[in-house]
């Protein structure tokens, strides 16, 4: 099971630190150039990171491309993939594709406006504060570079990918309360099995439990783990 996430990085963003002395203005010299590389990512609550960097528009080909990525390098095994509701991963183009892979591939959305729950947040920020704002490019090619060996020096680092899961903004419930029981409750076998309809009702319902849980409404713990039952799938 991976969160997945999209985000563009432009050379123009004010990120990083700097520094100058005691009643000076920091002034950073920079390219007058304006590009952007942009970024897809996938992580997994065990320290997993798949990455893909492009240039241009984020659309069903770009998305299809990194999904077969995915097939491949997870050997066989079905991916679960944890999405927000960005109108290319609903695209018909995508959701054809995925259906003609549905032994291998099922894709979840979470709740709309709900940026909260998605831990791969918390990487497209430390990318942005420690790979882009770390120097500044003078191109497209430049940018990349940095970027792609930073996500690099991250995959070697699954402690770090852990510890997202593990961050707990104000009103968020305890995370083994949350990303890892609603990773535990899709992919259940009496979630997995039986009838699809039920199955994606369940699954559904699992989604709705965890943004619930996240804004304190409803225990997360009881609620999630309710849904593992026989009852909650008939």
């Known amino acids: 099971m991976l969160w997945l996430d999209e985000m563009g990085v432009r050379s123009d963003a004010a990120t990083g630190r700097s520094w100058a002395p005691v009643g ?35 659309t069903g080909a770009v998305f299809i491309d990194f999904l077969g990525r995915l097939l491949r390098d997870c050997g066989g095994r079905k991916v679960h993939l944890i999405v ?9 183009l995508v959701s054809a594709w995925v259906g003609r892979h549905g032994q291998r591939i099922e894709l979840h959305f979470l709740p709309g406006y709900s940026p909260e729950l998605n831990p791969v947040e918390l990487l ?9 704002g770390r120097r500044r490019p003078r191109s497209a090619g430049e940018l990349r570079e940095e970027l792609h060996g930073y996500l690099r020096r ?17 009103g968020m419930p305890p995370p083994h309360e949350s990303h890892h029981l609603l990773a535990a409750v899709i992919t259940s076998p009496l979630t997995l099995g039986g009838d699809l309809g039920k199955r994606r009702s369940a699954q559904r319902l699992a989604l709705d439990c965890y943004r619930d849980a996240s804004e304190s409404r409803v225990p997360c713990r009881s609620v999630l783990s309710s849904l593992t039952s026989p009852f909650a799938v008939r």
């Open 24 to 58: 000076q203005t920091p002034v950073v010299k920079r390219t007058g150039k304006r590009f952007r590389v942009n970024m897809i990512s996938a992580i997994s609550n065990q320290g997993l990171l798949r990455f893909r960097l492009f240039v241009g528009s984020f």
């Open 84 to 92: 927000d509701a960005h109108p290319v991963h609903r695209a018909k």
């Open 124 to 132: 497209n920020h430390d990318v942005k504060a420690n790979a882009a």
């Open 154 to 170: 991250r995959q070697r680092q699954p402690a770090v990918l852990v510890r997202f899961f593990d961050h707990r903004p104000p």
